[in-house]
């Protein structure tokens, strides 16, 4: 009789656990914005998972695009794969939240930047030696623990360079081929603006430094002498003061686009951001500074024809230049949760791998995310996206986003764009330098 009784309540108990799993399960899709997607293909050289993933996503533009996937994975494989997307604004609550559900956590989450592994870091599985990881073209997106594991990978990225004109370049007898660094730069750039009335272009559009353009340049374009310089001192977190050794680099650069622009430099503190977009998106200019997220305004706004358009990198004068990448960043890195059950973890990378590697995966991938640094990437409709992934395939360096360690970010380039107008319209440079130099030990006290 009490082995009877025994029985019962060991299949009451399996029940009750049973329905409580599902309800819990049931309330976690039903209570996000996604639900449950598939899983992929296991790597070539790993056995088949069991496991399950959930991925927790943080771009609400993209979760039709994941929840498609995850079910043809899922088709493909039997692996069960939930997508949660987060609300806009909302990821880093939310992901704390759901990393409190033990083994129901994500799997799959977003470390964006150090600041994150930091937080995350015992939750942070090391990809070194996965199939996902061998089949990437850099590490320059990834980050790392202080111990050397790489924490989380950079899966896209967005750039910036000097946008090109390729038919008004023709038409000034140039072609693309002779700028490989900025002597050969400044040698075009000259000549066309030399001959601006008789062509009917200039060479650069205005720089503007009133406050929706100034960020180009106190922003993305001060990334060039502060990149140099990290990259000579090894610098992995936020210094607390910097030396300005490339600033002369910064001024040869910055020289040559107010001195061969069809605006005066003393009007540059009115001129605004959309003067140069129109500028360059009329014609009346061939090369423009900005970034990967200008070619929709470029070719659907002003109807310019995709294939006139490239991306070259920004050159100031640095030797070994010739060498260089486009600009390029992300805070998109993928993570996967070190403390799921290891099938879960199998499961994760097997995923990724797929995602990376198959048809369906990177195709996803290119039209929602653009240029992704793995090899088996697929060509966007973004030429600057595909421009940039060109010079990734050739073996370019990086040239990575050192300005997101600025302190007090936007006191400190607020400093750098009164300082340049001043010297635009006359003054000294040796401002602009105090403005950099004097002006981050500055904020960086402050902060």
Not at 64 to 83: D, F, R
Not at 114 to 130: C, H, I, P, R
Not at 254 to 268: G, K
Request: one cysteine or more; aromatic letters at 12%; charged letters at 15%.
């Amino acid at each position: 009789m009490k082995k009877l009784i025994a029985l019962i309540l060991v299949a009451l108990m399996t029940i009750a656990c049973f329905a409580c799993t599902t309800t819990t399960q049931e309330t976690a899709t039903t209570d996000t914005t996604t639900a449950a997607a598939a899983t992929d293909a296991p790597a070539a050289d790993t056995a088949a998972a069991t496991g399950k993933v959930y991925y927790l996503n943080f771009k609400p533009e993209a979760d039709a695009a994941w929840q498609t996937l995850a079910a043809q994975y899922t088709e493909l494989t039997g692996v069960p794969v939930t997508v949660v997307t987060a609300a806009s604004g909302t990821y880093s609550e939310t992901l704390t939240a759901e990393m409190d559900k033990g083994a129901s956590a994500p799997t799959l989450f977003q470390c964006g930047n150090a600041a994150g592994v930091a937080t995350w870091s015992d939750y942070l599985y090391d990809f070194t030696g996965t199939d996902v990881y061998a089949q990437m073209t850099t590490d320059d997106f990834n980050l790392y623990k202080s111990t050397g594991e790489v924490a989380a990978i950079g899966y896209c990225y967005e750039c910036f360079g000097i946008i090109v004109n390729k038919a008004l370049l023709e038409q000034a007898g140039h072609s693309l081929d002779e700028i490989t660094d900025f002597a050969s730069l400044k040698a075009v750039v000259e000549d066309i603006h030399s001959r601006a009335s008789e062509l009917g272009f200039d060479a650069f559009t205005s720089s503007g430094l009133d406050g929706s353009s100034s960020w180009r340049f106190s922003g993305h374009l001060a990334n060039m002498p502060l990149f140099y310089e990290f990259r000579d001192d090894g610098v992995t977190a936020q210094p607390a003061t910097i030396t300005g050794q490339y600033m002369d680099n910064y001024k040869n650069i910055w020289d040559l686009y107010i001195n061969n622009s069809a605006t005066d430099p003393t009007q540059l503190a009115t001129a605004t951001g959309d003067q140069a977009e129109a500028e360059f998106g009329q014609g009346q200019a061939a090369f423009y500074q900005n970034g990967s997220w200008e070619y929709s305004n470029l070719t659907t706004t002003f109807g310019m024809n995709a294939d006139d358009l490239a991306m070259i990198p920004i050159y100031c004068g640095v030797e070994g230049e010739s060498n260089a990448a486009l600009c390029c960043g992300t805070e998109n890195c993928w993570a996967v949760n070190s403390q799921a059950a290891p099938e879960d973890i199998q499961a994760t990378l097997d995923f990724l791998y797929w995602v990376v590697t198959s048809d369906e995966g990177t195709t996803m991938m290119a039209e929602q995310f653009g240029p992704i640094p793995f090899k088996d990437a697929k060509a966007s409709s973004n030429v600057f996206f595909n421009d940039a992934n060109q010079y990734l395939a050739d073996g370019k360096y990086v040239v990575t986003w050192a300005f997101n360690y600025t302190p007090n970010v936007d006191t400190w380039r607020a400093g750098v764009v009164a300082a340049l107008t001043q010297y635009s319209a006359g003054g000294s440079w040796d401002d602009v330098v105090t403005a950099f130099v004097a002006g981050w030990a500055t904020q960086y006290a402050a902060q």
